[in-house]
């Protein structure tokens, strides 16, 4: 079992930046993939980018993010960040990072729906003021 502990929210102005921590502990090596996810009230958890745990730390985002956000990893320090930049009031919500154990669809390298994923944090909130 693979426990993910988020840190790094807050409230900011709009505009500014933050950068999202997730720690994992247990058995993270046997690790495929690592991704954050945000959830706001009412609304399913929406995917918003996956780093590959070994290699060279593809990475893949969904178009929502992609260019104001950056997943990246630290296999020493077993870390996962997410840096978001140019924040927005409809980003917050609650943020969460996931872990995959294992690639499970032959041609697939990239994973973005929320069963794909064994483990998750408790999430850290994100609150951007206008």
């Known amino acids: 079992q693979v426990q993910l502990v988020e840190s790094g929210g807050g409230l900011v102005q709009a505009g500014a930046s933050l950068k999202l921590s997730c720690v994992a502990s247990?058995?993270?090596?046997?690790?495929?993939?690592m991704g954050w996810f945000r959830q706001t009230p009412g609304n399913d958890r929406e995917f918003l980018a996956t780093?590959?745990?070994?290699?060279?730390?593809?990475?893949y985002y969904a178009d929502s993010v992609k260019g104001r956000f950056t997943i990246s990893r630290d296999n020493a320090k077993n870390t996962v960040y997410l840096q978001m930049n140019s924040l927005k009031p409809e980003d917050t919500a609650v943020y969460y990072c996931?872990?995959?154990?294992?690639?499970?669809?032959?041609?697939?390298?990239?994973?973005?729906?929320?069963?794909?994923?064994?483990?998750w944090g408790q999430g850290t909130q994100v609150t951007v003021s206008s």
């Open positions: 996931a872990s995959k154990r294992s690639r499970t669809e032959i041609g697939v390298y990239f994973y973005a729906r929320i069963n794909d994923y064994e483990n």
């Open positions: 780093v590959l745990w070994t290699g060279a730390a593809e990475t």
């Open positions: 247990g058995r993270s090596s046997s690790t495929y993939a």
